[in-house]
């Protein structure tokens, strides 16, 4: 499975983006898809989740209310809708998919993206 993840940017404070992530290759394999990201000297921080179905899904507490995910599955993109962005927001996000039914560790998640860097400028 390749994760092809787009859409960063830069933008200000209060403003919004829709990262995506496209999947490829062997994606029978995946019953769930994620977000994560990782600012600079921090670790990788849990976003958000998506089930296969579309009918799961699950945040950070610090996304919670302001980012939603989704999915297409004709396409196999998932994208992440963030509103409201503060600067705390900035990172590198990663996408990643499982190949667990149960996937609630960052370490159950067994592909990744490259990654695409948000900046939210204050």
């Known amino acids: 499975v390749q994760l092809q993840a787009s859409g960063g940017g830069l933008v200000q404070a209060g403003g919004s983006l829709r990262p995506s992530c496209a999947a490829s290759?062997?994606?029978?394999?995946?019953?769930?898809m994620g977000w994560f990201r990782q600012a600079p000297g921090k670790e990788r921080e849990f976003v958000a989740t998506l089930s296969r179905s579309g009918g799961s899904t699950t945040y950070g507490e610090s996304v919670k209310g302001r980012f939603t995910i989704s999915g297409d599955n004709a396409k196999n993109t998932v994208y992440l809708r963030m509103n409201s962005l503060k600067p705390e927001d900035t990172a590198v996000y990663y996408c990643a998919a499982s190949r667990r039914v149960s996937y609630y560790d960052i370490n159950m998640f067994d592909f990744w993206g490259q990654g695409t860097q948000v900046t939210v400028s204050s």
């Open positions: 290759g062997r994606t029978f394999l995946i019953y769930g």
